[in-house]
């Protein structure tokens, strides 16, 4: 599927030290909430912005004697997530509980799949720039409960805690360090995000904490990562530390910038990193330590004995991989070969779902460029301007697609287009009837044409010699003509009569 991807591995990114230039070795756990109307182990509700409280099972409350039934549905979105990536399916996984106490989190541990994923090993390919791509291996994805939310700002006295995501299903997909500088990391949560959306296992929100990464950082001595990739010894690379919880593309790159920054500092000064957990703090622009392996808790992972292990079957697998949307490198693929576009231009109609499925609609049975051209420049143009999505656009793929029709029959010409594209963002309507409502139809009439060229050339004499002396004024007239017509006057038989005219 990804054959069409011929491209060279970028090279890392190195930060000039006082001592000695280093590199960056980055790996990313994402946890990535299931799209599903219902919780891992409960039938209770997903839904976001629902009151405190409103969305809890008495299994997600640790009610005395409930216990968890799995979700098909969330198993069938991480396999669909698993054969997106390219990855291994395990048909058989298990679970485990992560004990430890937090007020969040009533059963007092979290239901996961360390030791047993669902999915194995996969990879990614990111973009990095025409040619330019780098590939980042998975190394498994596992199911996951999430925990609650604790609410420390509403009382100066008191916490408080909703409940509402308490079992919401999570799917956790970890990178191995093959990422080598923030863009990197940046573009490759950016293209994970929109397999997600693409496949809708995720609906990617990551302002509702939907989509967050536990970003890695290490640095290392130009040549060690090379020494780590042919040994897979972990020992060439240096001493990482974990950044939790980061929700924005932009931070993700601003921390990790940091953190290099900040262990090469150490390190240059004799000291050790110590292996750790921080936090981002976007307002002073630094990382801060959360709390480092010596205080980690003791987790006492054990398989769960209220879930027995999970088996699934081949051919289970095998009809859901049957039901694949195409991904976004196929479509992007699909859209350069079939429909002549740009890499460019089709990397732009490709990076949300819904702007693809929108350009679909507009160039089925008409020209691609013509499509690209308008949805890119001009409708996506206009809805940046108004602070809008293609879901809240107030001009629908068909009404666009009308407007390109009247365009190639040559009923409107470009100008046109635009003053009848205006009308239906403002005030809707079909474009063809718009036309022809409000005598907007372009003038083809070789004999009307040549009528206003005869007159606007008999008026102005002394332009007319200066034309046959320069023929790049002649371009003049043709603005007078179209000005004269109202701009319904066919440009191409415009410039050809003016010329003809003139030429004479």
């Given at each position: 599927m990804l054959d069409h991807l011929d491209f060279t591995t970028p090279d890392p990114k190195r930060i000039a030290g006082a001592t000695s230039d280093w590199e960056l070795v980055?790996?990313?756990?994402?946890?990535?909430?299931?799209?599903?109307?219902?919780?891992?182990?409960?039938?209770?509700?997903?839904?976001?912005?629902?009151?405190?409280?409103?969305?809890?099972?008495?299994?997600?409350?640790?009610?005395?004697?409930?216990?968890?039934?799995?979700?098909?549905?969330c198993v069938?979105?991480?396999?669909?997530?698993?054969?997106?990536?390219?990855?291994?399916?395990?048909?058989?996984?298990?679970?485990?509980?992560?004990?430890?106490?937090?007020?969040?989190?009533?059963?007092?541990?979290q239901i996961s799949q360390l030791y047993h994923p669902i999915v194995g090993e996969g990879e990614i390919i990111i973009d990095m720039g025409p040619g330019v791509g780098r590939k980042v291996r998975i190394e498994r994805i596992h199911l996951e409960q999430d925990a609650g939310k604790s609410i420390h700002d509403m009382d100066p006295n008191m916490s408080f805690v909703d409940f509402n995501r308490t079992g919401v299903a999570l799917m956790e997909i970890v990178s191995r360090p093959d990422l080598r500088g923030p863009e990197e990391a940046a573009a490759y949560v950016a293209k994970l995000r929109q397999i997600l959306r693409y496949l809708g296992t995720c609906d990617g929100n990551m302002q509702n904490g939907n989509l967050r990464a536990d970003v890695n950082v290490s640095v290392c001595k130009p040549g060690d990562y090379e020494r780590y990739q042919e040994t897979q010894d972990f020992s060439?690379?240096?001493t990482r530390c974990e950044i939790k919880n980061m929700n924005s593309l932009r931070f993700i790159q601003q921390a990790i910038e940091y953190e290099a920054r900040r262990q090469i500092a150490i390190i240059e000064d004799g000291g050790e990193i110590v292996q750790e957990t921080r936090l981002y703090d976007p307002d002073r622009g630094e990382t801060r330590s959360m709390r480092s392996k010596e205080e980690a808790h003791d987790y006492r992972y054990f398989p769960d004995p209220d879930l027995l292990p999970l088996e699934i079957e081949q051919a289970w697998v095998d009809a859901i991989g049957a039901d694949m949307p195409e991904l976004p490198d196929a479509k992007k693929a699909r859209f350069v070969k079939e429909l002549g576009l740009s890499e460019y231009d089709a990397g732009v109609l490709t990076a949300e779902v819904e702007n693809a499925d929108y350009f679909e609609k507009v160039a089925a049975g008409r020209d691609g460029k013509a499509a690209a051209n308008w949805v890119i420049n001009e409708l996506f143009g206009r809805l940046n301007k108004e602070d809008l999505t293609i879901e809240t656009s107030p001009v629908s793929a068909?009404?666009?697609?009308?407007?390109?029709?009247?365009?190639?029959?040559?009923?409107?010409?470009?100008?046109?287009?635009?003053?009848?594209?205006?009308?239906?963002?403002?005030?809707?309507?079909?474009?063809?009837?718009?036309?022809?409502a409000r005598g907007m139809k372009q003038v083809t009439?070789?004999?009307?044409?040549?009528?206003?060229?005869?007159?606007?050339?008999?008026?102005?004499?002394?332009?007319?010699?200066?034309?046959?002396?320069?023929?790049?004024?002649?371009?003049?007239?043709?603005?007078?003509?179209l000005k004269a017509t109202g701009g319904k006057a066919n440009p191409a038989a415009v410039n050809e009569l003016v010329a003809k005219k003139l030429g004479g």
């Amino acid at each position: 599927m990804l054959d069409h991807l011929d491209f060279t591995t970028p090279d890392p990114k190195r930060i000039a030290g006082a001592t000695s230039d280093w590199e960056l070795v980055i790996g990313l756990e994402v946890h990535a909430q299931v799209s599903s109307n219902a919780k891992l182990f409960s039938g209770a509700s997903t839904a976001f912005g629902a009151e405190p409280n409103s969305n809890v099972a008495f299994v997600d409350a640790a009610m005395p004697g409930m216990l968890p039934v799995i979700n098909e549905f969330c198993v069938a979105q991480a396999v669909k997530t698993g054969l997106g990536l390219m990855a291994e399916i395990n048909l058989r996984s298990a679970f485990d509980r992560k004990n430890y106490f937090y007020p969040d989190l009533p059963q007092g541990y979290q239901i996961s799949q360390l030791y047993h994923p669902i999915v194995g090993e996969g990879e990614i390919i990111i973009d990095m720039g025409p040619g330019v791509g780098r590939k980042v291996r998975i190394e498994r994805i596992h199911l996951e409960q999430d925990a609650g939310k604790s609410i420390h700002d509403m009382d100066p006295n008191m916490s408080f805690v909703d409940f509402n995501r308490t079992g919401v299903a999570l799917m956790e997909i970890v990178s191995r360090p093959d990422l080598r500088g923030p863009e990197e990391a940046a573009a490759y949560v950016a293209k994970l995000r929109q397999i997600l959306r693409y496949l809708g296992t995720c609906d990617g929100n990551m302002q509702n904490g939907n989509l967050r990464a536990d970003v890695n950082v290490s640095v290392c001595k130009p040549g060690d990562y090379e020494r780590y990739q042919e040994t897979q010894d972990f020992s060439h690379l240096g001493t990482r530390c974990e950044i939790k919880n980061m929700n924005s593309l932009r931070f993700i790159q601003q921390a990790i910038e940091y953190e290099a920054r900040r262990q090469i500092a150490i390190i240059e000064d004799g000291g050790e990193i110590v292996q750790e957990t921080r936090l981002y703090d976007p307002d002073r622009g630094e990382t801060r330590s959360m709390r480092s392996k010596e205080e980690a808790h003791d987790y006492r992972y054990f398989p769960d004995p209220d879930l027995l292990p999970l088996e699934i079957e081949q051919a289970w697998v095998d009809a859901i991989g049957a039901d694949m949307p195409e991904l976004p490198d196929a479509k992007k693929a699909r859209f350069v070969k079939e429909l002549g576009l740009s890499e460019y231009d089709a990397g732009v109609l490709t990076a949300e779902v819904e702007n693809a499925d929108y350009f679909e609609k507009v160039a089925a049975g008409r020209d691609g460029k013509a499509a690209a051209n308008w949805v890119i420049n001009e409708l996506f143009g206009r809805l940046n301007k108004e602070d809008l999505t293609i879901e809240t656009s107030p001009v629908s793929a068909a009404q666009l697609g009308g407007i390109i029709d009247l365009i190639a029959k040559g009923d409107i010409s470009g100008k046109i287009a635009k003053d009848l594209f205006e009308i239906v963002w403002t005030e809707g309507g079909e474009p063809a009837q718009i036309v022809e409502a409000r005598g907007m139809k372009q003038v083809t009439d070789l004999g009307e044409i040549e009528k206003v060229v005869d007159e606007i050339i008999a008026a102005n004499p002394a332009q007319v010699e200066k034309a046959k002396q320069n023929p790049k004024l002649a371009g003049w007239f043709v603005g007078q003509v179209l000005k004269a017509t109202g701009g319904k006057a066919n440009p191409a038989a415009v410039n050809e009569l003016v010329a003809k005219k003139l030429g004479g």
